[in-house]
């Protein structure tokens, strides 16, 4: 294959595209909500809605495409077509939201007559970290947590994954934000409560670490849970305290049980990946645990935690070299897997 | 209208009460969950998915805002578990075209479905779950049956409720 991929991301909230090239540099990375759009398209856009995404994207790739300078006239059809793929998540995420993205990479695709290649998010998460630290030492143990996933994955290379342990009941992500909306600290929860927690007193409460002898599974319905019965039991609590102590609940059980698969498993080093990947505390954690083992811990930059198409157009470009090009027919999938290893 | 009353005392036993709830189910039916944080929706969630066989782990949709998992039940194919948590528009609702998930074969289970119900069906079983006054476990669970497709199964869901029967109501 010749030429840079595009990629396209639109799974859940971010419209993202970027251009790989050859080399798999980044030569442009662009997300919906660094481009003013919203003033164009009249005010408030529904982040959710695919409509949203719809409205976004032609123009977040026109940017993405831009910035990696390779603009001139290849949006049209017939024209030289400006990269050698194209990319795009076919899930997991909200199907609505998926389609736009899958369409508008299957109609670039066709157009410039370049092959279309569908990518799973999971795994194009997986490679975010792999775009910051080209020659990782295989295996690793990768940490995904985000706002809708929280999965710990022996990644023995890129394609070769094995499942080591998942959340039973609320990704970790969605906890920062339902715990941050219930203190009243604003959206996205993950830096609300990072910031409040920076005046906190970890120690103020003691929430419980679900799970945190027992297996490489997580749970945090219990800890949002006690968040909620702490705060209604003490209402002059300081919310600095509280997002603090939650916080610390949650870096514990995710360190614990990332360390604990690293060494189980003979583990090369630990990788972080997702949205909670960019909390500090987390990162800090995860580096002295690493560095205790002797492991080297690959963190992704905070750009390349949370969706953006990097990654995919990354993930992108390994799929069609070992594994060729996608149907134009692949349908999107809400609830695709990680693909594992039997 | 008429409410059912319910009483439980364990995340397990709203799992319980759940998949005997999801006994009365039929093929197009609309389950809303109402409910403030940490109330156990997604436990009941848990329960009722298990009552019509599903096999996945049935995890917090919060994100992804819908997630459909096949069922192994005679008649329900899938169950549609949504969650509304963070959409603020009812017109939020009706653009993701969530009236969808009510469809025949399938069963839709809508977490923080409080405000959507009309939008979603003409009629719906509402299960409201609020902190008991017995201990940090306990859940007083509300169940009421809304248009003629529900209230024609009264009598099969106070049945399934008996186990847990209790409240003033």
């Known amino acids: 294959m010749t030429g840079p991929v595009l990629g396209i991301e639109t799974s859940c909230d971010e419209t993202a595209a970027a251009v790989v090239g050859e080399d798999g540099a980044v030569l442009s990375s662009v997300v919906s909500s660094q481009v003013d759009l919203h003033a164009a398209y009249g005010g408030v856009v529904p982040e959710l809605a695919g409509r949203a995404h719809l409205e976004l994207l032609t123009p977040v790739v026109a940017e993405a495409l831009e910035r990696a300078g390779l603009a001139a006239g290849g949006l049209r059809a017939g024209g030289t077509a400006p990269v050698g793929a194209v990319a795009a998540t076919v899930g997991p995420g909200l199907i609505g939201a998926l389609l736009v993205g899958v369409a508008e990479a299957k109609a670039l695709a066709l157009a410039w007559e370049v092959p279309f290649v569908g990518v799973n998010h999971l795994e194009g998460h997986c490679f975010a970290s792999l775009l910051d630290h080209p020659g990782i030492d295989w295996p690793v143990t990768v940490l995904l947590v985000s706002g809708g996933h929280t999965l710990l994955i022996a990644m023995e290379g890129p394609g070769r994954y094995r499942l080591l342990g998942q959340t039973l009941d609320d990704a970790a992500g969605e906890a920062f934000d339902k715990v941050a909306r219930f203190l009243g600290l604003g959206y996205p929860g993950g830096p609300a409560i990072e910031q409040a927690a920076s005046g906190g007193d970890p120690r103020a409460f003691a929430f419980p670490r679900a799970l945190l002898d027992d297996g490489l599974d997580l749970s945090f319905s219990g800890l949002k849970t006690s968040v909620v019965t702490a705060v209604r039991k003490h209402p002059g609590a300081s919310n600095e305290d509280v997002a603090a102590s939650f916080q610390q609940a949650v870096v514990d059980v995710l360190v614990a049980k990332t360390l604990r698969a690293a060494a189980s498993g003979g583990s090369r080093g630990i990788c972080l990946a997702g949205g909670v990947a960019a909390n500090g505390p987390l990162r800090a954690a995860v580096r002295a645990g690493a560095e205790a083992m002797g492991l080297p811990a690959h963190l992704p930059s905070r750009a390349m935690c949370t969706d953006n198409a990097a990654m995919v157009a990354a993930a992108g470009r390994w799929q069609l070299e070992q594994l060729g090009p996608s149907p134009l027919d692949l349908p999107a999938d809400p609830n695709l897997g990680l693909p594992l290893l039997v | ?22 006994g ?30 599903v096999g996945d782990t049935v995890t917090s949709p919060t994100f992804t805002l819908v997630r459909p998992h096949p069922c192994r039940h005679p008649t329900i194919r899938t169950l549609h578990h949504a969650d509304l948590y963070r959409l603020d528009h009812l017109r939020d609702v009706v653009e993701l075209g969530l009236g969808e998930l009510v469809e025949e074969e399938a069963v839709a289970l809508v977490e923080w479905g409080d405000m959507a119900g009309p939008v979603l069906a003409p009629g719906a079983l509402r299960v409201s779950l609020a902190p008991g006054p017995g201990g940090d476990e306990e859940r007083a669970l509300t169940v009421t049956a809304e248009g003629p497709a529900w209230e024609d199964r009264l009598g099969a869901l106070a049945g399934a409720l008996r186990p847990w029967a209790g409240g003033e109501g």
């Open chain 2, 1 to 22: 209208m008429t409410d059912l009353r319910a009483r439980t005392d364990s995340p397990e036993a709203t799992r319980a009460l759940a998949g005997a709830l999801a």
């Open chain 2, 24 to 53: 009365v189910a039929r093929p197009g039916d609309l389950v809303l969950l109402v409910g403030d944080l940490g109330a156990g929706k997604t436990t009941f969630a848990q329960g009722f998915a298990a009552g019509l066989g």
